[in-house]
Each structure stands twice: as C-alpha cells, then as structure tokens.
C-alpha cells in the first residue's frame, strides 16, 4: 500500500477533530472523502500533509513513517496538497506561483518540461502566466493550484473541495484532468462535498462523520448505498 | 528655492536610512507574523557598536560598521530561536518578548556607555559635496544615501530574482501553503530575521556619526518605523520604501519650516489619519489569517 492512514486521531485543543480514521491508498488508486462540514474530510488531508500532527496513530508512506514529520519534508517525499479555498500566491505572477510549486526540485530540465506540461494542460493559465494571480477567476485560480501541486512531481495529490464555487462548466474541465492525472499514474485523494461527482470519479470511498469512518467501499457500490443516497446524494 | 531644493535632497537621503530600518520591520513582521518592538534598539546597538569599535578602539568606520552587522544579525538569530520560534503559536506572546528585548538591550547599552550624555562620532568623512552650486551634501550623507540605495537595491534583486527571495514571499503570503510547496519556513524565518537585523545593524552604523548616540535613541526609529510601515501599508516592502521617503520628505520639510517637535507630532497624526482612512497604507495588503 502506497499510503496507509492508521487509526489517526487529531484534536484543536480539547476539541477531538478525527477520532480513529484509518485509510488506504494504493499506487495510482483514485480514493475519495465525503461527507458533511466538519466531519473531518479537510482536518485527514492536512494530517497527511503534515499541517496537523495527529495526537495518535500512524500514517505510512512509501514504507516510511511520515506523521510528526513537517510538511516541507513531506512534500519532498512526494505527497502534494492543493488547499481548501485554491490560496494561490496573490501577489506573484502565474509563472512564479507554478515555479514555487517546484522549489524543492533543482533538475532545471525537468522543471522546464513539467511547467510546459501545465501549460498544456491549462491553457487559461498559459493565456495569463505573466498575470498576478489574484487577479484570475475562482475557477482559473483553482487550475493554478493543482497547477502548482504537479510541479513538485508527486506521487500522490490531495485535493481539497477543488469545485467549491464553480460554474458547472469548469467543474466538468477539472474532473476532466483530474481523471487524466490519475491515468498518468498519480494517486488521487479527493475530499469534496459534491458526493455525486466524488464516487463517480473515484474507485474507492471513505464517507466521514464526526471524526469516524462512517462507511467505506467501491466506489460505485457506496453510490448505491442507501445510506449515503439519503444523506448526500440527496436521492 | 534653494531652501526646497536642498529640504528635497535631504529628505531622499533620509528617506533612504528610514528604509533600511523600515523594511527589517516589515520582513520579520510579514514572515513571522511579530511586531518587533526591539526594532530600534537593534540600530542602537548598530549606532553603539560604531562608537565603541571605531571612536573608542579606533579601527575604521568600515570594519566598524561590519562588526555592528554581524553583531546585530546575531542579536536577532538568537531572538528567532529562543524567543519568537517558541511562542510563535501566540502573537502577542512574540511582542510582549520582543518589548523585553528593548528594555534588556537598553540596560546593556547604559552599563556600556554609562548613562552620561550622548555619545558622539566624529564623521570619517570631510567636507562637503556642492551640486549646482546651491545644495549642499556633507560627504558623509553622500556615503550613507549611497549605502542605503545600493542595499535597499540588493534587497530588492535577492527578493524579485532569487528562489529563496520568492520564497521568502511566499512565507510573508501564506505560511501554511508555502510549507506545501516544501519550502523550509523556520528556514525562511532565520533569513527574514537575519536580513533584518543587518539593516538595522547598517542603519545603526550609518547613522551613528550623524546624530547622538545613547540608550534611549531606538525610541523615534521605532516611532519613525510604525509610521512609515502603517503609511506605506502593512506587509508591502514597496510601500514601505515609498512611505519611507514620502515620509522623510514630509518631514524635513516641516522641520524646516515648522520645528522638529510639530514634524514628529505631524507625522503621527498622519499615521492616524492613514489608519482611520485607509487601513491598508497606500499600497497595502490584505493580511491573512
């Protein structure tokens, strides 16, 4: 297993935030978190990434253990996050928010053909590579977020609710190419509130309440789930 | 005429040391997120050091000034790690240190010097530098706008041009996401901090045959700094360049024509009016939680 999540729990304060989440994911697996506000969806990927410490239990990457450890060290070692709300660097152009995605690596090369590669990919943010970043829109932001994400090459990417506030249209585009990343070999970990398109791109699901594992499974079989047609599928 | 030409040419060159001190408080405050109270005691100490190497032990102004850096860097390195780093979590937890700070450098300086009169530094550099035969720069203000330029210059290359300039930026944007992108932001911190306090510890060495050197000096560079960070806008090293000179500008000349207290109690004012009226200083940004 790629990345094991085991038994983590995370407090804010007293506050207990995950109370015992444990997940896998494998090499190029596609695996998504449902669930509602506060059930602990965006609290699991920011423990992964090293912005929470987990007050117990253990999280392997790769055959290391990465919990405890800082998230510089843990984007070195090839797990990428692209946050809640895009949070590009506002004041920087395109081109610079995407270079400092790559800022661990010093294969010049290799940092040239990948930043060609995001052009490709989003050719909105080659229109505007010279444009400060805060002033794009919402949706071209969150394209320069995941932008920024691939530039440090990773193995795994962790999305955030990336279609929170998007036009249908663009949520479409970006389901699209997350799609593509994942055939390309990357593992994807998707945390959205939008369930319908989470399991519908997804192979495996997790559905989060309150800090627990609610439900997990196959992602199809999860869309069929009584349980999770009431409460987020609204069906 | 004159008399507003010469005001201009001196504000510039106020301008620029206002800047040095300026922008070390914008840097540790964008990167660390503490407000640095100690600020105008580092530039005393900068100032101190000139005196006690160069007019007490007579070794050169320039050697001089490399002792006030590198004492001053090493000043505030010790403050990340064993004051800000730790209490990073509370902010006022970092200024209620850094004001500790002050008043221990303040102590140090008076057990140093004594607590007579000002201390002075004769000026290593004579004369005067004439321009169109009606402005008047002693070569020693020459020294220090040519000095403050040409490091305010580099400063400004290592941030726009550099990775680590960029980094740092990122730090000052968003800590958080920052570390995402694997950038180190203890890392980060210790060059904010260190670039800093080098210029202050410059301003210090600058400024030290210009003015009057004691304890209690560190009080208007502290004052002078919160006006020209708030003026230039929080966390914008632009603005604070701009605010510094605007500042300076706007001061000498109402020390010119209306005396030094009303241009201290003037600018003031104007960095309230600048907090009622637009918050975010004239190139301001928006700080985020």
């Given at each position: 297993m790629l990345l094991q999540v085991d038994n983590i729990h995370v407090h804010y304060g007293p506050v207990a935030a995950l109370k015992g989440v444990s997940l896998e994911v494998g090499e190029s697996d596609f695996v998504t978190l449902i669930g509602s506000n506060g059930a602990g969806k965006s609290t699991t990927l920011r423990t992964i990434s090293g912005l929470n410490t987990p007050t117990a239990g253990e999280i392997i990457f790769d055959g290391n253990r990465?919990?405890?450890?800082s998230a510089d060290r843990i984007l070195r070692m090839g797990i990428a996050h692209v946050p809640e709300g895009r949070r590009v660097f506002k004041d920087l152009s395109v081109t610079e928010n995407l270079l400092l995605g790559a800022f661990t690596r010093d294969d010049q090369d290799g940092i040239k053909k990948d930043l060609s590669q995001v052009f490709e990919r989003f050719p909105r943010l080659l229109e505007r590579?010279?444009?400060?970043?805060?002033?794009?829109s919402g949706g071209e932001q969150q394209m320069l977020s995941i932008g920024r994400a691939l530039m440090s090459n990773p193995r795994v990417l962790l999305l955030d609710?990336?279609?929170?506030?998007?036009a249908p249209n663009i949520v479409r585009d970006i389901a699209q190419i997350l799609t593509e990343i994942n055939e390309q070999g990357v593992s994807v970990v998707l945390v959205e509130q939008n369930a319908e398109l989470a399991l519908e791109l997804a192979r495996h699901g997790y559905v989060l309440e309150t800090g627990n594992v609610a439900l997990e499974g196959d992602a199809k079989g999860l869309m069929d789930n009584e349980h999770v047609r009431k409460a987020y599928l609204g069906i | 005429m004159d008399l507003v030409l010469q005001s201009i040419v001196n504000g510039l060159i106020q301008g620029g040391f206002y800047s040095l001190f300026a922008i070390g408080l914008v840097l540790i405050f964008g990167v660390m997120?503490?407000?640095?109270?100690a600020h105008g005691e580092l530039v005393m100490v900068g100032a101190f050091t000139i005196w006690v190497?160069?007019?007490?032990?007579?070794?050169?102004y320039i050697p001089a000034i490399a002792v006030a850096i590198v004492l001053v860097t090493v000043i505030g390195l010790l403050m990340e790690r064993v004051l800000f780093r730790p209490t990073r979590a509370d902010p006022l937890a970092g200024l209620i240190c850094s004001i500790g700070v002050l008043f221990i450098l303040q102590v140090i300086a008076t057990l140093v010097g004594g607590d007579g009169p000002s201390k002075q530094v004769p000026p290593p550099y004579h004369g005067t530098l004439v321009l169109f035969e009606m402005i008047r720069i002693p070569y020693q203000r020459v020294f220090s706008l040519v000095v403050s330029a040409a490091a305010l210059g580099g400063l400004w290359f290592f941030l726009t041009r550099s990775k680590f300039g960029w980094a740092l930026r990122a730090v000052a944007m968003d800590r958080e996401v920052a570390a995402l992108q694997g950038i180190n932001t203890n890392k980060i911190s210790i060059v904010a901090i260190s670039v800093g306090a080098a210029l202050a510890g410059l301003a210090g060495g600058l400024v030290a045959p210009l003015g009057n050197i004691n304890p209690h000096m560190g009080h208007n560079v502290i004052v002078t700094a919160f006006i020209v960070t708030i003026v230039g806008g929080v966390g914008s090293l632009s603005g604070a360049i701009l605010a510094a000179i605007l500042y300076a500008m706007f001061h000498t000349f109402v020390t010119v024509y209306f005396g030094a207290t009303i241009a201290t109690i003037a600018g003031l004012t104007l960095m309230v009016v600048v907090l009622i009226?637009?918050?975010?200083?004239?190139?301001g940004v928006k700080v985020s939680e």
């Open positions: 990465i919990h405890g450890l590579k010279t444009q400060m970043a805060g002033t794009m609710e990336p279609s929170l506030g998007l | 997120r503490v407000v640095n109270f190497v160069h007019a007490q032990f007579g070794i050169g009226v637009k918050p975010t200083g004239i190139m």
